[in-house]
């Protein structure tokens, strides 16, 4: 069986939010950049500055070229391939990463060429949410098995992990011995421990998401927002507290 270390994944979009995650008592984080994007590459400068001020932080690095889905050119992969290589060799922990045929299958050359380059650095290959397009994800958690994958992220194939419990559960069931399965999606500190308990899994993920403002981001009749309403001069951002109260949480259950 697989150690049961239960742990809460913060996914940050900047040094800022790695600093947040860190101060509130995070142990892992997801890093990447444009967050409204779904998550993108971040930059080395980034990786290098969490890395130096948190060395004991555990981060890792999402390589993913643009938004939208996940079938990628040969292009993109080429790009892929170099951003991998350069956040292991500027320390990442590990990789997130995920790339799919155009019927939302696993495309097999693509997923193996990337984790064999992260088992060859001897670092953790993680395979992001690119998991919840499967039209049979109980093949496809077998062939990332095969591949040797440490780790999925996955909502259980639903917007939100709670909406997915049940198939959370189920993957659990089948792979926790052989695979990690991280939930992630819609999980906060008042869901997590619930999460936890209906489906045996011991690792979450969160964004912890706060609002900041910026007031230079409409000025006049030109506008640069990303957010709707209210928040139109407001950007996300992790909130320490939020990382805290969700921590607390999970390192308690996994006490009990």
Known sequence: MMNKNYTAEICCGSFYDAKQAALGGAKRIELNSALMLGGLTPTISTLCLVKEQFPKLKVIAMVRP?????????????????????LLEHGADGIAFGCLKEDASLDEEKNKRMTERIKGFGREAVFHRAFDCSDDPFGAMKQLVSMGVDRVLT??????????????????????????????????????????????????????????????????SVSYSIAPGERECQYDAVSEELVRRLVERVEAFGRN
Not at 182 to 196: D, T
Request: hydrophobic residues 30%; negative net charge; glycine residues 12%.
């Open 155 to 220: 909502s259980g194939l639903k917007p939100t992990a709670v909406e997915g419990t049940e198939l959370i559960g189920e993957l659990q069931r089948c792979f926790g011995d052989k695979i990690e399965i991280l939930a992630g999606s819609g999980v906060n500190a008042s869901n997590a421990c619930e999460l936890m308990e209906r489906t045996g899994i011991c690792q979450v993920h969160s964004s912890c998401k706060a609002w900041l403002t910026d007031p230079t981001t409409v000025r006049g």
């Open 66 to 86: 643009r938004g939208a889905g996940f079938c990628y050119t040969e292009e993109e992969f080429l790009v892929m391939e170099r951003e991998c290589r350069s």
